[in-house]
């Protein structure tokens, strides 16, 4: 099976909850793609109706605020339409392996074999 996995710039328009946010990214020179759904990829945070859900989105406020330079790193979209993507910040760090760690998300197994094979 061939995968494709593409790489783009872009920055963060606003954080929706744990695990989802919205972007606009550099498509090509002088060509944005405005209000891009993106779901991280290989992680489950608590829904915002569900304890720990509002800490999530905090943290990733946090992480991520509004106007924060991103990489996406992604080969597939969701049943909702969203790409599912690694978000990469400027230092180097996978945002969802940074949730991971502060313990605000959850391994959603077999998610991340696309990118360990690219």
């Known amino acids: ?13 606003r954080v929706i909850d744990g695990d989802s ?3 606009h990214l550099g498509i090509m ?10 779901r ?4 489950n945070a608590p829904e915002l109706r569900h304890a720990g859900g ?21 080969s597939q979209m969701d049943k909702y339409g969203r790409l599912l993507a690694r978000v990469v910040l400027a ?6 392996e940074v949730l991971l760690a502060a313990g605000h998300a959850q391994p959603m197994a077999g998610m991340r074999s696309v990118f ?3």
């Not at 509002?54 to 992604?74: F, H």
């Open 29 to 38: 020179p002088g060509k944005e793609l405005h209000g891009e759904h993106v």
């Open 54 to 74: 509002p800490a999530a989105r905090d943290y990733l406020r946090t992480l991520l605020p509004e106007g924060t330079p991103i990489t996406l790193v992604a």
């Open 116 to 118: 360990e094979q690219a």
């Open 21 to 23: 946010l919205v972007v």
């Open 40 to 43: 991280l990829q290989g992680i």
């Open 91 to 96: 230092d180097g760090r996978d945002a969802a």
């Open 1 to 13: 099976m061939s995968v494709h996995v593409f790489s783009l710039p872009g920055e963060v328009d």
